[in-house]
């Protein structure tokens, strides 16, 4: 007959160890690419979707975009990154490009591949490639608009918070009078309360 | 009797040739210690041959052996062998253990633990193998290095959070070659926050305003970086003479710091100085002095500041909780002692790391150079036996000129 203060130490001793054991051990798993993500009071990939999402469909309501017959052409300029992060802005504006190429109301015309796009034709005169193969040129797209914007942001902080402020502008200029005729922001607030102990 | 006294002799030449054994084994050094040696001797083959031998011992100390072997095999130019050496040591340091294995882990003592390196380790690192994926011409690749530097940087106390100034300088540099001036502004920005004295930043911001049409601005920042460099070897306005190229020397100085157990608290390790004479260098193009070295950044600053106390205190904490619980367990209790390892601290550490990180730059003539470079110590005094002499070094128009240099007694013997 086992004691019983014997058979105590021993399930009091197991239990302490595994509990040590298992919370130092990590794991990983999958996530769903719409879970919120809150690390910290960084930029994170939440907020480059809540951005992108928010402008993509202002663009889409908007009417100069709506209400068109034939989707118009749109050129993606450079979205400036005033923030203290380094931060891909190209990712946002991919984003946008995405969510706006889906609704098939808007076409993109790709400006950054022109040189590689002259190469090309460049290469073709050159009798290197098959005259039956060879692209034509006069066909590519006008740009009825360009998209640019900025992204902003103001950070404070104390000895216990701190607190991130985020700005998205963006503009689509008409490339045939100037006329800026869409404009919209997405602005983001981050607080974060820091601990005592910093682990 | 005679039976008697020959068992004494031979127990006394038995107990001879025991105690011979013991010490010769432990005067012995291990191929480890002898590369560790070499390297300082700048005997740099010799010291790669001895940290080649370790690598495929993949015992607790992996991570050094393999952080020793990219430093090693990057003193010496051979920049493909140190990135492999360099990664291999960053896997293992990044690799999550079992559940099973942080058991054992957790019941060793600090000293006989696998090594994971401590955060300055990993930050330092990616920095190096950002250096060479920019020597290698892969910009991607060294961009996503000294991005991983910075976040191994974190955790610290706020006013060093983000003050490895290397990292920053070279992630800007990265950014400009890529076009990408905003990010490049951040970076350079970053640098002046915590290196105010450092004049390569500030040339970097007026030169990017002045690209953006602030010239206002661009002549402030310009103003900062002729106040912070004497020799104002980038010249003293912005106008960019085509005929001259920008050469760059990464300049690694002294040893890095080392481990020792606190005074107070004997589980913990405390970070040291390693004592070193090198406080800058001079830099002759062609016979003609260029210009100083500037500090970009201290490494044994980076150790001193790095986050991990809590996380330390912590695991300390689990272990004493662990030892307590199998003591609590009859009969297991009686081993505890020798199941469970001391909580003595852990004062292993990358031992030819550098102490710290300076920049020579300036715009030279595109063409073939001697470059010479003498060190001073804190009183302005050159250094005997530490200057260096590098004969037809390139300098190539167009092209960024980097060349990656170590600072070390005897390193040109002759």
């Known amino acids: ?199 | 009797m005679k039976h008697s006294k020959a068992l004494k002799m031979f127990s006394v030449h038995l107990l001879l040739f025991a105690l011979g054994t013991a010490l010769f084994l432990g005067c012995a050094k291990s191929a480890f210690q002898k590369g560790q040696e070499a390297y300082f001797k700048a005997d740099f083959d010799k010291s790669i041959e001895y940290f080649e031998q370790m690598k495929t011992k993949k015992d607790k100390n992996y991570v050094l052996y393999m952080l020793d072997l990219g430093t090693a095999y990057f003193t010496a130019g051979d920049y493909y062998e140190a990135e492999n050496a360099f990664l291999a040591g960053i896997q293992t340091m990044e690799k999550d253990v079992s559940e099973a294995q942080a058991a054992v882990q957790l019941a060793k003592s600090d000293a006989k633990k696998t090594y994971t390196g401590d955060p300055h380790d990993m930050a330092m690192a990616h920095v190096f193998t950002g250096l060479l994926n920019m020597e290698l011409g892969d910009l991607e690749a060294a961009e996503i290095e000294f991005r991983k530097a910075l976040e191994s940087d974190r955790g610290k106390e706020e006013k060093y959070e983000g003050d490895l100034c290397l990292a920053h300088y070279f992630l800007g540099q990265v950014y400009r070659m890529k076009g990408e001036l905003d990010n490049a502004r951040i970076a350079f920005r970053n640098v002046t926050e915590h290196r105010p004295e450092f004049p390569y930043a500030w040339y970097e911001l007026a030169d990017i305003a002045e690209q953006e049409n602030l010239s206002g601005e661009a002549e402030t920042f310009l103003q900062n970086y002729r106040d912070k460099d004497n020799y104002c070897s980038l010249g003293r306005g912005l106008e960019h003479d085509p005929n001259l190229a920008d050469l760059t020397i990464v300049l690694c100085l002294g040893k890095g710091p080392m481990k020792k157990a606190d005074p107070f608290l004997g589980a913990f390790s405390q970070v040291a100085e390693r004592k070193y004479k090198e406080e800058y260098a001079e830099l002759s193009v062609g016979g003609a002095l260029l210009c100083r070295s500037y500090q970009v950044d201290d490494v044994t600053h980076q150790a001193k500041t790095s986050g991990g106390f809590g996380g330390e205190l912590a695991r300390k904490t689990a272990q004493v909780v662990a030892q307590q619980a199998l003591q609590a367990v009859p009969g297991v209790g009686l081993f505890s002692g020798l199941l469970l390892g001391g909580a003595e601290a852990d004062v292993r550490y990358w031992y030819t790391l550098p102490g710290e990180f300076h920049i020579i730059r300036g715009l030279v003539a595109p063409g073939n150079y001697s470059l010479e470079l003498k060190f001073y110590d804190k009183k302005d005094k050159e250094l005997e036996g530490y200057r260096q002499v590098w004969y037809y070094v390139p300098v190539r128009e167009g092209q960024s000129n980097i060349l990656i240099l170590r600072s070390m007694l005897g390193m040109q013997k002759g």
């Open chain 1, 1 to 199: 007959m086992l004691d019983y203060h014997f058979t105590q130490k021993v399930v009091v001793g197991f239990l302490l160890l595994s509990t040590v054991f298992t919370a130092c051990a990590g794991s990983s798993r999958y996530v769903s690419p719409d879970e919120v993500s809150q690390f910290d009071d960084r930029y994170s990939e939440t907020d480059m979707r809540l951005m992108g999402e928010k402008m993509a469909q202002s663009i889409v309501a908007h009417k100069e975009i709506a209400g068109r017959e034939n989707p118009c052409a749109i050129g993606l300029l450079h979205i400036e990154n005033r923030t203290s992060e380094y931060i891909d802005t190209d990712a946002i504006a991919d984003k946008i490009m995405v969510a706006l190429l889906k609704t098939g109301k808007v076409k993109f015309v790709d400006r950054k591949i022109l040189d590689d796009i002259f190469k090309e034709y460049g290469l073709s005169s050159s009798g290197f490639i098959d005259p039956s193969k060879v692209k034509k040129a006069g066909k590519a797209l006008s740009a009825d608009y360009f998209l640019a914007g900025q992204l902003e942001s103001i950070h404070k902080e104390d000895r216990r918070k701190s607190l991130t402020f985020y700005r998205l502008s963006m503009r689509l200029t008409s490339t045939e009078t100037t006329e800026i005729v869409w404009a919209d922001e997405k602005e983001l607030r981050k607080k974060k309360t820091k601990g005592i102990l910093k682990w």
